[in-house]
């Protein structure tokens, strides 16, 4: 299994965009559960920024994308 997340910028304002990144690669038996837990911190990088405002956040498993959950991304206090 090849499982990634998708970040997607939603506020009507703005231009759309996506962010990947890699979870994990695992191989499983058919009919196994596969438990998956991380702490992923997300930040600005050169090619990319991440502004406060709506994003999706969905999982992508083996090429499948699964339905989004809702994410606000605010300024955090100084």
Known sequence: ???MYVLTRT????????????LTRATVEAGSPLHLAKTHTLRSSGASTLAPGSYQLALQVNGRRHPPALLRITNRPA
Do not use: I, L, S
């Not at 703005?14 to 890699?22: D, I, N, P, R, S």
């Open 1 to 3: 299994m090849h499982v």
């Open 11 to 22: 506020d009507p304002d703005t231009t759309a965009g996506e962010k990947v990144a890699h």
